[in-house]
């Protein structure tokens, strides 16, 4: 349910922006760079490969590297004897998905996933490679000293001779003619179908000799790095001089999916965007100037390989900042809103009042007094007047002559906010009252106990109300007079750094530690933390009109889809998936400033301004959102007691297992922090667990039997993919859990139980026996008994066996169980009584 939720959210949103926006400079790009601190073997990056698979690939001098934005993994002779050498020095990944490595001491190939062993390509005789590539016909073309070769079906066959002195070509590019072009030392040359070369030198328009890279657009035109500087051909083929490269050597050449050039030289890192030329070093935060590859990957970010600097990355962000280099006079911004003219005016903290128009920036004050204050207000009035607040010289207003300045009753007052309202009337917020503008004046406006407020927040509703926003909670102005908001007959009592108001008469609350809060028909509901907002702090509210909220905290910028804010305060139970943006999307610090207002601004254009501590931000909502390209999960390997095995379609544990590990990854270069998986292990579990962001799933003690793992994952922005990587492995059962072992010990039990039974049996039967034998000596008694008895005629007495003679009642005692009760006959009763006896 989560995951169909999830695509549907994303269906619903627009597709990110994910090419470097061609509109920014690129100090606005989101740059990011990896070390040997972070896993890199070597800081020289002599190639990089944007694998389909996801992975980046990397050529070092100390081994091949493949990275999925969070973990380096590193092959080299000592863990993958099939590599010919640890100097990797090109990188190619074919259309059939088999990466191939060329290194100083032969060639190999092997699996794009980085599975299975790599194998050495014998048929190149370990000769060092130079380059290589496919041409438009799939097939694979190599460089060595020896010169040109073509691979097929493993056979390698001399194409053209080598360079003018012998000397490996330095560059090999296919065009979509089935040719290929060829650098070197000498110039440059191109060999077509037949095999016919053709060859440019300086005489043709190259501006050196010395070619050192060579790039084939997607238009067909053919762009050549030398040693001094660029040159583009066209299909015409003629050859011009990119004027924008100067002398520069230019090391490797790339075009990005929006059509911009770029060039990795020994000074920096140079962009053409229509003509233009931009050149980034070590002054805009690359770690190295000395660049020499380029790669550009599927999100449309821009890899870079450096000779000392390691890794660097280039993607566009969520945002654009605008700050120190953009030219403003202050990195720390309070403020920010749209003139008339499109410009914006922006206050800063102690750089003044600056003005950015058509992406360059000026300090727009004319006071000299007034060109290092901190401006903490602004509003440009429907005259065209710009109103701003200083720390010392109160409200101002500026005009194209001069800057004019509007006293604030008591020292202590801080001018916080200037708002407008529909009747064109200026009020003005401060640390201590809220004040209307009368004439140039400000005329107070009383509260209803006379105490003192703290007003940071102005707005007004469809009706007219006005809304204020204060340390002490929400207020309104009723009858000329500032009254507290009762919600439930209390006073509302949060703190308040936002309002935004809906044409319905919502009123959106941006609280400080409360979430935000939503005001509808006198009922308040909060929207926190607990549901998914990224902040309880919220420092603005904007309406980006296509059905989203920006909210700006202490922990970045974040829009959420206004329907999933409403079910959140009607007490829905549905997660919220913001958008969110960091310095992962562009920012160069996330603490946004809060506290005045406005303290953020959407342009007429769309676009949302937010001021921070780290320069001003502007966010596209129209061109950003939720990210529906899902992570490509893998499964990396599998380690059972410490033993590292491959993936394969059979894979038979040995019995005893203890402890098992299989790792696995998403390759994602957003914010991989943020990916999060799900795995299942069927046959031991029967759901799927929430592993986060772990990337290792540990198991001890499986019982002998088949088993699936099937494992899945959410991107950055918490949207599921639908496809799973699975691994199925079976554990071996000892002998004693085996079926043989099973009915063997079956068979014993039965075969006991049955020796048992026919003992007890026989048993039982010499019991009866002997029973039978007593009762019969028994029986022989009692007939003798029965028999003849000598008895006395006289009195009675009875002869035993041994010839006594006992009483008749002590013989029968003797023989048999009979007891005696002695009495009288009536007979003998009577000659008793007669005296006969």
Request: aromatic content about 8%.
């Amino acid at each position: 349910m989560r995951a169909a939720l999830s695509l549907l959210v994303a269906a619903a949103s627009v597709g990110p922006a994910t090419a470097l926006d061609p509109g920014r400079s690129p100090t606005q790009y989101v740059m990011r760079a990896w070390a040997k601190r972070d896993g890199l073997p070597s800081a020289w990056v002599s190639a990089v490969l944007a694998s389909r698979t996801g992975y980046i690939w990397l050529a070092t001098p100390d081994g091949l590297v493949r990275f999925d934005g969070a973990h380096f993994a590193v092959f080299n002779r000592a863990n993958a004897p099939g590599l010919p050498s640890d100097g990797i020095r090109a990188l190619l990944e074919g259309r059939d998905g088999r990466l191939w490595i060329a290194t100083s001491r032969g060639l190999a190939v092997g699996d794009a996933r980085g599975r299975g062993p790599f194998e050495r390509v014998t048929a190149l005789h370990d000769l060092p490679i130079g380059s290589m590539d496919e041409d438009g016909d799939g097939v694979f073309w190599a460089t060595t000293a020896e010169g040109v070769w073509r691979l097929e079906n493993g056979h390698a066959t001399l194409r053209a001779a080598p360079g003018q002195h012998g000397e490996s070509y330095r560059a090999l590019r296919g065009d979509p003619s089935g040719g290929f072009w060829l650098a070197s030392a000498h110039g440059l040359a191109r060999v077509d179908r037949t095999g016919t070369t053709s060859s440019f030198t300086v005489r043709d328009g190259l501006p050196s000799d010395d070619v050192l890279s060579v790039l084939v657009d997607r238009g067909g035109d053919v762009w050549v790095g030398t040693g001094k500087g660029m040159a583009r051909r066209s299909k015409a083929g003629a050859f011009e001089t990119v004027p924008a490269a100067g002398s520069r050597i230019v090391m490797a050449l790339e075009q990005d999916r929006d059509g911009n050039v770029w060039a990795a030289t020994r000074d920096g890192l140079l962009r053409v965007a229509g003509g233009r030329p931009e050149l980034m070093g070590r002054a805009e935060g690359l770690p190295d100037e000395h660049t020499r590859a380029l790669a550009e990957d599927a999100d449309g970010n821009l890899w870079i390989g450096t000779e000392a600097g390691g890794l660097v990355r280039l993607r566009n962000g969520r945002a654009a900042v605008y700050g120190r280099a953009q030219g403003l006079t202050h990195d720390v911004i309070w403020t920010v809103t749209e003139g008339r003219d499109g410009s914006i005016w922006v206050g800063t903290d102690g750089g003044g009042l600056n003005r950015l128009r058509s992406g360059s920036a000026s300090l727009a004050t004319v006071e000299p007094a007034l060109a290092h204050e901190n401006v903490f207000a602004l509003l440009e009035d429907r005259s065209g007047r710009v109103w701003f607040s200083t720390e010392s010289h109160g409200l101002c207003h500026l005009t194209a002559e001069r800057s004019r300045c509007v006293n604030v009753s008591g020292d202590e007052d801080l001018v916080r906010c200037i708002f407008e309202d529909n009747q064109g009337r200026i009020w003005v917020g401060t640390s201590g009252a809220l004040f209307r503008v009368v004439d140039d004046a400000l005329q107070g406006v009383a509260t209803e106990d006379g105490k003192r407020i703290a007003v940071k927040a102005l707005a007004q509703g469809p009706d007219g109300v006005i809304w204020v926003g204060t340390s002490s909670g929400l207020a309104r102005v009723e009858g000329g007079v500032v009254r507290r908001v009762l919600i439930d007959g209390k006073p509302h009592a949060e703190d308040v750094d936002a309002l935004l108001t809906d044409p319905n008469g919502t009123v959106w609350i941006g609280t400080i530690h409360a979430g935000l809060q939503r005001l509808r028909a006198g009922r308040l509901a909060g929207v926190t933390s607990t549901q998914g907002l990224p902040s309880d702090t919220v420092l603005s509210v904007l309406d980006d009109g296509i059905g989203r909220l920006w909210m700006s905290s202490g922990e970045g910028i974040f829009g959420v889809a206004r329907a999933e804010l409403a079910a959140a305060a009607e007490g829905g139970a549905g997660p919220l998936h913001p958008v969110r943006i960091t310095e992962a999307e562009g920012l160069r610090d996330r603490e946004c400033s809060g506290g005045v207002q406005p303290s953020a601004w959407r342009g007429r254009d769309g676009r949302l301004w937010f001021p921070t501590i780290a320069g001003v931000a502007v966010v596209d909502p129209r061109r950003i959102g939720l990210n529906t390209r899902p992570a490509p999960v893998l499964i990396e390997g599998i380690v059972a007691d410490g033993q590292s095995l491959e993936p394969g379609a059979r894979l038979d544990l040995p019995a005893g297992t203890h402890h098992l590990e299989i790792h696995y990854t998403a390759p994602s270069f957003a914010a991989p922090e943020r990916v999060q998986f799900e795995h299942r292990l069927a046959g031991l579990e029967s759901a799927f667990f929430r592993a986060g962001s772990d990337r290792v799933a540990h198991y001890s003690l499986l019982g002998p039997g088949r088993y699936r793992f099937t494992v899945r994952a959410a991107n950055e922005d918490g949207v599921w993919a639908t496809d799973t990587a699975a691994l199925d492995f079976s554990v071996r059962p000892y002998f004693w859990q085996t079926l043989w072992f099973y009915t063997l010990c079956a068979g014993a039990v039965v075969l006991a139980a049955w020796t048992t039974f026919e003992l007890r049996v026989r048993a039982l039967r010499a019991r009866e026996q002997e029973l039978q034998r007593r009762v019969s000596e028994e029986l022989a008694q009692v007939k003798v008994l029965r028999g003849l008895l000598p008895t006395c005629a006289w009195c009675k007495k009875v002869r035993d066996d041994a010839g006594y003679w006992n009483e008749i009642e002590a013989y029968i005692a003797d023989h048999s169980e009979a007891e005696f009760s002695h009495g009288i006959c009536p007979a003998c009763k009577e000659r008793f009584n007669a005296g006969s006896i």
